[in-house]
């Protein structure tokens, strides 16, 4: 048996007795010495090495992707009994380390610090003495009502630290109920629970349905105060509306990992707009426990046991 | 019995019967009328107020402080008998939350990630896909060794988020041993720990001892990738020594929310050391929970029983 690994990142799986491990240019076609492997490990692929997979591999039974999102996966064309499984959980604390990155800098106004840094300016304003809940602001986690939009495993492994840094925090998601002790409301009732949130962060995947799903009512929705911070997907956010809204003054603040498109050209008036932080999609880009997850799912494939985050086909 | 109440926060503390509370300017001398006051809170008092609060209380028999460091009231010349407590806890989660956002600003690249976007410009240095632990950085929480170098209150209040985060997390203090799980290291082997420190962060008090005490020595012995952050006081950073590490390199980045004096002037080098972040003091200066410990201490006042962070005098 075979198994093809990307050369994008290094990995050392577990692998059952007899299994062959060869790393592949995840950049290029696929050699045709191995077009006889049984499983893909995907990281980072160019639209030619995914292309080349499915038009060569005829005995390929299993596709690892190690990213979470993998809707360019499943419509490459693979043939409806090759398995695909997502990369869930594997950016979970990266991701979620770099959403409490931006909402904290943006909380401690630390583009505002670096400014009057580089003006040799010890700003009175941003220090000192001052209250814990100003009215015009939100300034600290402590007593914050959070709500993460999109409570999959990247929001229930941020969800503890917004909790123990004082925050109240709430899920939205398909359906309600309580996950991890965290109380997840449906996603038809997130309009009505927005003028009492403080931050709302955007873990929501791409999909027809999330298209736009932060546009003019939701901003309309939050305080003026409100913080949005996205690290789910650009295409999420209508980021006209968004500008908008800093502009007038109707949004505290925001902070993009993503957007939409990606690069964001240099033309877009997205950049300049004020209180505003973007980060090029960095929040990932390193997954974390892949060689574990693709032993473990190498071994399911053999026991016929079952795959995790196997797609829905 | 008569309670004074600073006006530099709002506060509301439930008091013994018969108790008078009385709100009164602390930028000023303290009005006559009020000189038969039995118990001072003091939260940002001007000197005057300090000074007219010495002469003044002839029945003074408890200064309450809502700031941690109380090297000044204890100093300013109340005569034995009274007792005066610190604010030690008010401070925890405001002071680690800060600590939290300068050293996420910095694993995450936040300050360039602004310079790029005031240029419109998408960097593929800071984002994409990108190794977990690159050789000469350190970008994220999971794996790295943190010590907190000052382990009170607001470390032992930090040291579960970094935890949570990934980190591996020690402690620093004049005693060894474990604290609320924690390894703390005894002060005197600080120097020896660290060549093995990624995050070194400093919530040192103010004192003879701890003057200087992240020099020349201590920034040698870490690493060239190290983080340094100090939400402690400014003089026990060697600023000169600072800026040069961050100058040669030898020094990964720094976070310092004091400095020695404050405000920094504007004329001093240290506002344009590479790779620097500075804040304004502005870490703390809301407590949280003062009512109550106002009116827990002011009980135990009435009582006779321990009066919580009395200073030993």
Redesign the interface.
């Known amino acids: 048996m075979k198994i093809l690994l990307p050369d994008?990142?290094?990995l050392d799986p577990t692998l059952p007795e007899g299994w062959e491990a060869v790393t592949v240019d995840a950049r290029t076609e696929i050699p045709a010495a191995h077009h006889d492997a049984d499983v893909l490990v995907l990281?980072?692929p160019s639209r030619v090495h995914l292309s080349s997979a499915v038009e060569n591999l005829d005995n390929l039974r299993f596709v690892q992707s190690l990213s979470a999102g993998i809707d360019g996966i499943l419509t490459a064309g693979f043939r409806d009994d090759v398995v695909i499984a997502a990369g869930a959980g594997l950016h979970s604390?990266?991701v979620s380390?770099?959403a409490?990155?931006?909402l904290?800098?943006l909380?401690?106004?630390?583009?505002e610090?670096?400014e009057?840094?580089?003006r040799?300016?010890?700003?009175?304003e941003?220090?000192?003495?001052?209250?814990?809940h100003p009215e015009d602001r939100v300034t600290?986690?402590?007593g914050a009502k959070v709500l993460i939009w999109g409570f999959g495993q990247i929001g229930q492994t941020l969800a503890?630290?917004l909790t123990?840094?004082?925050a109240q925090v709430r899920g939205a998601a398909r359906s309600a109920g309580t996950r991890n002790g965290v109380e997840v409301i449906e996603e038809t009732d997130v309009l009505a629970a927005l003028p009492e949130v403080d931050v709302l962060i955007d873990i929501l995947p791409a999909s027809e349905q999330t298209a736009g799903a932060v546009g003019r009512e939701v901003l309309a929705a939050l305080p003026d105060h409100a913080i949005l911070i996205n690290v789910g997907r650009g295409t999420t956010v209508d980021q006209v509306a968004l500008r908008e809204a800093l502009e007038a003054g109707t949004l505290g603040s925001a902070g993009l990992?993503v957007t939409d498109p990606?690069?964001?050209p240099?033309?877009?008036p997205l950049?300049?707009a004020p209180r505003l932080?973007?980060?090029?999609?960095?929040a990932g880009?390193?997954?974390?426990g892949a060689d574990e997850r693709i032993s473990t799912n190498v071994r399911a494939l053999v026991d016929g046991t079952e795959i995790l985050h196997a797609a829905a086909r």
Do not use: C, F, K, N
Request: charged share 15%; glycine share 10%; no cysteine.
């Open positions: 994008t990142m290094p990281w980072g604390l990266t380390e770099h409490l990155a931006l904290l800098s909380l401690r106004r630390l583009p610090a670096r009057a840094q580089a040799h300016e010890w700003s009175t941003l220090g000192g003495l001052q209250p814990l600290s986690l402590i503890p630290t123990a840094l004082g990992d990606e690069p964001l240099a033309t877009d950049w300049d932080l973007i980060t090029p999609h960095g880009g390193r997954p974390v």
